[in-house]
């Protein structure tokens, strides 16, 4: 009885584990470019009594054996990185990117850094920079009296300048790609890290060797799909409810067994 305890114990924590990610899925349903997480779960290590086709009698193998599990954990999240509805704002430095790439950003210890949320603007330098403040890397440099500015699906930034009539190239927004999205490491702030697990960042060009293209005047929402959320937790927490109930089960038949005469 004390081994199903912890075993039940083991599942409450996991699906404490998975509620959490549910919740901060919720959270963000409404994030630029918020990308949901899944948790994975993995059994835990087995006591074996009975090693399956063990000999249980002379020239006889038993068909399966005596192992007892002890009970479940958390071994990761797994990123989806499934693409999100397009939400048009008419903004000239609002993008969104359709298919695979992230925007590079230079963060202010020098690192680089990784996003899907093109909610751009121009900071007091004239440098392109997200809502939070960090520079488009590599750096691009926008005239802020630049009129009509157009960003091609290509990552080609136009604008027409004052006294001209022809529009000038300012620059190209180049967009990066990982072998495994999903082992990028989230830090916040929209923004993502590169890891072991990620493979190394490929720099390419809008819609050349499998990267996305870039669409203007849009922004990617998030890919959180609140009904499949919703299920998720209401089968959470009724995984929750049972293992509580195999605890309650389990103390009650400890207790019975230690009234016996």
Known sequence: MMKALFTAATGMDAQQTRIAVISNNIANMNTTGFKSSRA????????????PGA???TGLNAPSGLQIGSGVRVVGTQG?????????????????IEGKGFIAVTLPDGS??????????????GKLVTQS??????AISLNPQGQNRTVGIDGTISATLPGQNTPTN???LSLTTFPNESGLESVGRNLYKETAA?????????????VGTIQQGFLESSNVNIAEELIRMILAQR????NGKVIQTADQMLSTASQMR
């Open 239 to 242: 995984a929750y409810e049972m």
């Open 40 to 51: 994975e779960f993995q059994d835990l290590i087995y006591e074996t009594q009975q090693v």
């Open 133 to 138: 403040g960090f520079q488009v890397s590599p």
């Open 170 to 172: 300012e620059g190209t």
């Open 55 to 57: 000999e249980a009698a």
């Open 198 to 210: 990620s493979g190394p960042p490929t720099v390419g060009k809008p819609g050349q060797l499998g």
């Open 112 to 125: 680089t850094a990784y996003t899907r949320s093109g909610s751009l603007s121009i900071d007091a330098t």
């Open 80 to 96: 989806q990185f499934t693409q999100g509805t397009f939400e048009q704002t008419g903004n000239s430095l609002d993008l969104a």
